[in-house]
């Protein structure tokens, strides 16, 4: 196969467009074109009146060796590189079944390399399975009543079942890992796109369909998950795992588990950190979500093309820098979504976003937060950064009315220093309800003040960012995890002997996609130790 960089074509190309610009590119007749795949799709809205996309091709042609070495001159062609995913060595079960605790991103794709490499793994999950914990998850949407094991934040699939499901990385990928990711989740049911959409996303509909077909494979590959099934305790002997606790009262002997927990198993860090696991507190970052009509985004980003089918709803990315150093930037948006209550303890309002598959709703929102550093959280206690988080959700709770209501601030309110006392052309999508208020009293105050200087700023590079009907609900707290459970480079506990940390809660990835690579590493990593 030949890989071709950089094939731009206008948008609203032609259907048949590539089949005439890649032996155009290659300089070869159209009959010699074997076949070719989309690596790579993504679009360029830089220019309004010239959007185009740019594509990434592979290419099956005649006599392709003697092609590639007659035309080395064009640095955008060469020989596709390997995308398979070579699977680790089987392993061998010395006695005992590792366990995973977390059926997240992370906890599933661990489960699934340990199982396809013919162990046998228990994947233990304090919430419920995920038909049951959409149930509970509508009722509170609908309700307000919470049900602190069964949440948007605990239960099978994780924190990113409710999501927009994007499934953009930063990270960096020399072992096909992402694809190992991306191709399981189409083998499961995700529509195929997402194997080169740069943008990809899967939307919560979706997302629950496949994570049930991922639990499907690792139990027939002989693997187990137990719902409604929380770590609440290790046993340990000279360092070392022997076993660990379950809903307080059952022993289940264990020499290995992956901590697959997520950013929000708070009693669980505790119980973490008094048996001895070494941690500490992490900086992460805290704002709002921001909510505009979609319609506005799409405006803006695309202009006169904004209401062609092709293009779907936009997205945008920004970020400003305060004299003081703090950065402010939107995080996650979600085109088409809705703001969500994402709570997952009494007490606390938290609010993140979703979108279904279609992101047909009528706003748009994301995260606007600020960075907080470990120096913020008033001492370096590994769990500060929990307390600091529990105490701005409290305010938020209070000021919403202890109903799990958010407070909501219109943006110009926001800006002009007084409270909302209702709401404009922008309807609050985040249910059960919302109470305008001031939000000044439930931020703190460098956050306040850092958005206060962003959003005009970001209004420059994105016209109506600051439109006064704007919303801004709080708080959004739970963007990354305030808690690092430190890992030697064999991804093993710094303190306890066949404990590996793991994924977003132990400080290791953020995000969908990061999260499962980095279940797909420890159990590489495992999968090594027991092969010697
Ligand atoms: C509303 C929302 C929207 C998001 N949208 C996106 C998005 O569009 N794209 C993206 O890339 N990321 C998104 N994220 C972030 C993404 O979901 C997380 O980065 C990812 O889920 C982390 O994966 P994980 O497996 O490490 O942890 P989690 O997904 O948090 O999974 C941890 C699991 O461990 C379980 N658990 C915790 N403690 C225990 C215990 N003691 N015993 C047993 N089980 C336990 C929990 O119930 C949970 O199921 C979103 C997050 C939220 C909350």
């Not at 959280?377 to 009315?401: D, I, R, T, Y």
């Amino acid at each position: 196969m030949i890989r071709i960089k950089n094939i731009v074509l206008p948008f609203d190309h032609e259907p048949d467009a590539l089949e005439r610009e890649i032996p155009a590119r290659l300089k070869i007749n159209k009959s010699h074109l074997k076949g070719f795949s989309i690596f790579r799709k993504s679009l360029d809205a830089r220019k309004k009146s010239q959007i185009k996309t740019v594509y990434t091709i592979d290419a099956e042609i005649q006599d392709e060796e003697r092609w590639l070495s007659e035309n080395q001159e064009d640095p955008n062609i060469g020989p596709s590189p390997d995308m398979v995913y070579h699977e680790p060595k089987p392993g061998s079960v010395p006695g005992l079944s590792p366990v995973i605790i977390g059926t997240g991103p992370c906890g599933l794709f661990a489960g699934l390399i340990l199982a396809e490499a013919g162990l046998k793994p228990l994947l233990i999950e304090r919430g419920k399975r995920v038909d049951e914990r959409v149930r509970d998850v509508r009722q509170f949407w609908e309700s307000g009543t919470l049900l602190p094991e069964s949440n948007v934040c605990f239960g099978e699939g994780g924190a990113g079942t409710f999501s927009d499901g994007k499934l953009t990385t930063q990270i960096k990928d020399r072992r096909n890992r992402i694809r190992k990711v991306l191709t399981e989740l189409v083998d499961c049911g995700a529509d195929p796109e997402i194997l080169y959409q740069a943008k990809a996303h899967i939307g919560t509909d979706h997302l629950i369909r496949i994570i049930q077909q991922i639990r499907d494979k690792i139990l027939s590959l002989g693997g187990q998950v137990r719902f409604e099934t929380r770590l609440t305790g290790l046993e340990i002997h000279q360092g070392r795992i022997i076993g660990i606790r379950v809903n307080d009262d059952e022993v289940v002997l264990a020499n290995t588990a992956v901590l697959a927990l997520g950013h929000s198993a708070r009693d669980t860090y505790e119980m973490l950190h008094a048996s001895g696991v070494s941690m500490e507190a992490k900086p992460f970052s805290l704002g709002v979500r921001i909510e505009h009509p979609q319609t506005l985004i799409n405006q803006t980003q695309y202009g006169a093309s904004h209401s062609h089918p092709r293009l779907g709803p936009a997205e945008y990315k920004l970020v400003s820098r305060c004299p003081d150093g703090r950065a402010v930037y939107s995080f996650c948006m979600c085109p088409g979504g809705k703001v969500i209550a994402s709570s997952s303890e009494p007490g606390g309002v938290v609010t993140n976003g979703m979108s279904m598959h279609a992101r047909h709703s009528k706003n748009g929102n994301s995260a606007l937060l600020v960075n907080v550093d470990v120096a913020d959280f008033g001492n370096s206690h590994p769990l500060s950064g929990v307390v600091f988080q529990k105490q701005w959700e409290a305010k938020a709770f209070v000021m919403g009315g202890r109903n799990y209501f958010a407070p909501v601030q219109r943006v110009g309110d926001f800006l002009a220093g007084k409270p909302s006392l209702s709401f404009g052309e922008v309807v609050p999508s985040y249910s059960p309800g919302v109470t305008p208020c001031d939000l000044r009293e439930c931020l703190p105050g460098f956050v306040v003040e850092a958005l206060a200087h962003a959003i005009p700023k970001m209004d420059q590079s994105l016209k109506g960012f600051a439109m006064a009907d704007g919303l801004m609900t709080a708080v959004e707290s739970r963007s990354s995890s305030p808690v690092r459970i430190l890992r030697t480079d064999d991804f093993e506990s710094q303190s306890i002997k066949g404990v590996y940390p793991a994924g977003e809660g132990a400080g290791y990835a953020g995000g969908i996609v990061s999260s499962a690579v980095d279940g797909i590493r420890v159990a590489e990593a495992l999968l090594a130790k027991l092969n010697g």
